[in-house]
């Protein structure tokens, strides 16, 4: 079977569209005092080629792409997790020391630019799902870990 190089530079453009950093390893516990929250990405048809910055307290964590994740320890207390494009969508959390919380983005169509989604899932829904992903870029002096 052949392939023809309109086929195989649209796959490589797509594919260099999603997360590439280290495969997701695993759920880890947060620092003494501390607690964990994974934004996390799946892969979707819709919005491949589309990331967006994300931040906790105004503070970057990173860039989110398709098939991405990102990961901030934060104090226990009150947070915000944002995510931006022409729209600003907030997830604000109750975090507690030693727990970790998952937040699940997704991206819809917008009229200039793809609009993030972002929403708290079950930590057994986060599991399942953040286990395909990749790290994405993390911006230098951000929260992550």
């Not at 516990?29 to 990331?51: D, H």
């Not at 990102?70 to 604000?92: D, K, N």
């Amino acid at each position: 079977m052949k392939s023809s190089p309109v086929l195989c530079a649209t796959a490589l453009l797509l594919a260099a569209c999603s997360a590439n950093g280290p495969q997701f390893s695993g759920l880890t516990p947060p620092a003494a005092g501390m607690g964990k929250v994974y934004v996390y990405r799946p892969s979707a048809f819709v919005g491949k080629g589309s990331g967006y910055d994300v931040q906790a307290d105004g503070k970057m964590l990173g860039y989110l792409r398709n098939n991405g994740h990102l990961v901030a320890e934060l104090p226990a207390g009150e947070h915000e997790i944002t995510a931006q494009t022409e729209v600003r969508r907030t997830v604000r959390l109750a975090l507690q020391e030693g727990e970790i919380r998952c937040v699940k983005a997704g991206i819809t169509v917008g009229v200039f630019a793809p609009h993030p989604k972002l929403a708290e899932v079950p930590l057994e829904q986060c599991k399942a799902e953040i286990a395909a992903t990749r790290e994405s870029y993390k911006f230098p002096n951000s929260r992550s870990n």
